[in-house]
């Protein structure tokens, strides 16, 4: 698993036949919406990505390969640019966004500096908006699914993270659409526009959860540097008007739940396992 950036459940196996179709609807797009190719496509676990050209304007093209992307496509388009990159085309599991091409990167910013734009940045994703959300928003207890099993399985700290978990979800605050998977390598730079997000989870409920991942990132050595979790929890509760102790709660039951899934994918859990500690013995101390 890389350092550590982005987790998510254990995902649908792809066969090779997926692949194709989604290949085959990659083709189809660029013919239906007059794209111009502009670099070579390319897959990951989840969807097709291809940067082209369309009406003049750098963009990029994907092919949604599970309902998570296109969950997430929907929230893009509910953001309608505001905070997030905009979306030009939207049709089935097919999503043409703004090509957004900054020369910063959040992960080369100072830590403090970079905690405050994610902050900034969930600030306008989480603001009410006149028009209600897509339905499709996944609830926070539902995303958590994995963590029970897990915590029964592996014991240690999923063990607390758990019991905390359980707590939170009971008694969840300022209910909002969630981003779902906020960190240095989601949110990019659109000049003018400002740091702008992409590939959403599209989740709701309680606000605090979207700030635990800013824990675990940009990378190993950043989030498990000596004093790092309690200096960035100071900087990130102030920014995200977030109690101090509640925040703490959110990030042990995150850390919990990105190590299940890590765990149940026979991949390397050791950031989320170490922040959990770490912000378990914080909030014991």
């Not at 929230?75 to 020369?103: C, D, F, S, T």
Request: hydrophobic share 45%; charged share 20%.
């Amino acid at each position: 698993m890389p350092d550590h950036q982005t987790t998510a459940p254990a995902q649908e196996w792809r066969t090779a036949a997926a692949f194709r179709a989604g290949d085959q609807q990659r083709k189809h797009y660029l013919q239906q919406w007059q794209l111009e190719p502009d670099g070579k496509p390319f897959k990951t676990y989840a969807c097709w990505l291809q940067p082209v050209r369309y009406q003049q304007q750098p963009a990029m093209l994907k092919i949604a390969l599970e309902a998570e992307e296109q969950r997430g496509g929907l929230l893009m388009r509910y953001w309608n640019g505001i905070g997030a990159a905009k979306v030009l085309q939207q049709e089935g599991p097919a999503l043409l966004l703004e090509r957004i091409h900054g020369g910063l990167q959040l992960r080369d910013i100072q830590d403090d500096a970079a905690s405050r734009i994610i902050c900034q940045v969930a600030d306008l994703l989480h603001a009410p908006r006149a028009t209600p959300p897509p339905d499709q928003l996944i609830p926070l207890e539902t995303w958590f699914a994995e963590l029970a099993p897990a915590a029964d399985k592996y014991g240690g700290i999923l063990q607390d993270a758990q019991l905390i978990a359980h707590d939170l979800l009971r008694h969840q605050q300022e209910i909002s659409i969630l981003h779902g998977d906020l960190h240095h390598g989601n949110i990019l730079d659109g000049g003018p526009r400002g740091w702008l997000v992409i590939d959403p989870k599209g989740l709701w409920g309680d606000r605090a959860f979207d700030y635990a991942n800013i824990f675990c990132n940009p990378d190993k050595k950043t989030a498990l540097a000596p004093g790092r979790l309690a200096g960035q929890v100071a900087i990130v509760a102030t920014a995200a008007r977030i109690e101090p102790t509640r925040l703490l709660r959110w990030i042990i039951a995150y850390g919990g739940l990105s190590a299940a899934w890590s765990l149940n994918a026979e991949e390397n859990a050791t950031i989320a396992l170490k922040v959990a500690e770490i912000a378990y013995a914080l909030l014991s101390s």
